[in-house]
């Protein structure tokens, strides 16, 4: 059974930095692409980026790239998104999902997760 639980959402200034965690179950851990999505109210839904945690591969989109990370604890089975020099616009609601990745390349492709997490806020103010 694939299970996602993210926390760590909150409120920020612009400028300011949060950390996201996924924590998954073992095996979607050592079997699955885990990525982060995010949407805004009125929206569409925007993938921020991807890790093959068996590998460590990890992808960034364009709006994210040099300023979002991503580490991993193995132990836990759980991956962070750290989110530094944010922005208003990166306000949105933020999801961990996983898709089956027999090969670290699919880490590259943000669509065909089909587990999600819960869902956290994050908030940025000017």
């Known amino acids: 059974q694939v299970q996602l639980v993210e926390s760590g959402g909150g409120s920020v200034q612009a400028g300011g930095s949060l950390r996201l965690s996924c924590a998954a179950s073992?095996?979607?851990?050592?079997?699955?692409?885990l990525g982060w999505f995010r949407q805004a109210p009125g929206k569409e839904r925007e993938g921020v980026a991807a890790v093959y945690p068996r590998g460590g591969s990890t992808y960034f989109a364009d709006s994210v790239s040099g300023r979002f990370t991503i580490s991993q604890d193995n132990a836990k089975n759980t991956v962070y998104l750290h989110m530094n020099s944010l922005k208003p616009e990166d306000t949105a609601m933020y999801y961990c999902?996983?898709?089956?990745?027999?090969?670290?390349?699919?880490?590259?492709?943000?669509?065909?997760?089909?587990?999600w997490g819960q869902g956290t806020q994050v908030t940025v103010s000017s």
């Open positions: 073992a095996y979607t851990y050592s079997s699955d692409c």
């Open positions: 999902a996983a898709k089956r990745c027999e090969d670290p390349i699919m880490v590259v492709d943000l669509t065909g997760y089909n587990y």
